[in-house]
């Protein structure tokens, strides 16, 4: 069950796009398109941003947007504001019937 | 409107047992499955185990097998997490969520602290 790598921290400024990865294996992400996104401000819960690779909750503004490539998904974030700086984590499926998160990756909008 | 609300959390000694419970309101509880998710200080989130709607199946992180019991009762809409022989690695905030591998609403967490 080893966790799935994010990098550490992405930067932008306002307006900006940016793009978050998430590499797994074929034996979680490349294997299953069950993989979420989360957003987590700082002493807070975490949110739902993005399900099943590309859907997006209601009231999840459209600048968020899910991909996967093999064993790598992707969350990218277009139009950036100073409301998106916060953590970002991925999760997903895995074949062994459970769940594995990223190991989170910290926006700064500049 | 969806809620849960987690609550139980506290300062336990090494080698101790603490329960936690999750209570959930606004949506059909027994037509969910239902995670429990942890974050040690400073650290990322930490999947750890869910529960199908009736019970009949469960799943866990290695690191807990055998020392953690999620269950359900869905009559009362509740969800608990029993852990047993504590560490120090299992402090962390514990997040009650909403469903099992996709977790739509989240409570505030409840903050476990292992130390002697």
């Known amino acids: 069950q080893s966790a799935l790598t994010q990098p550490a921290s992405v930067s932008g400024s306002p307006g900006q796009s940016i793009t978050i990865s998430c590499t797994g294996t074929s034996s979680d992400v490349g294997g299953y398109n069950y993989v979420s996104w989360y957003q987590q401000y700082p002493g807070k819960a975490p949110k739902l941003m993005i399900y099943?690779?590309?859907n997006r909750p209601s009231g999840v503004p459209d600048r968020f947007s899910g991909s996967k490539s093999g064993n790598t998904a992707s969350l990218t974030i277009t139009g950036l504001q100073a409301e998106d700086e916060a953590d970002y984590y991925c999760?997903?499926?895995?074949?062994?019937?459970?769940?594995?998160f990223g190991g989170g990756t910290k926006l700064t909008v500049l | 409107e969806v809620q849960v609300v987690e609550s139980g959390g506290n300062l336990v000694q090494p080698g101790g047992s603490l329960r936690l419970s999750c209570a959930a309101s606004?949506?059909?509880?027994?037509?969910?499955?239902m995670s429990w998710v942890r974050q040690a200080p400073g650290k990322g989130l930490e999947w750890v185990a869910n529960?199908?709607?009736?019970?009949?199946?469960?799943y866990y992180v290695d690191s807990v097998k055998g020392r953690f019991t999620i269950s359900r009762d869905n009559a009362k809409n509740s969800l608990y997490l029993q852990m047993n022989s504590l560490r120090a690695e299992d402090t962390a905030v514990y997040y009650c969520a909403t469903g099992g591998t996709t977790w739509g609403h989240w409570g505030q967490g409840t903050l476990v602290t292992v130390s002697s």
């Open positions: 099943e690779v590309t």
């Open positions: 529960i199908k709607q009736d019970g009949s199946e469960k």
């Open positions: 606004g949506f059909i509880f027994s037509n969910n499955w």
């Open positions: 999760s997903s499926y895995t074949n062994s019937n459970t769940r594995v």
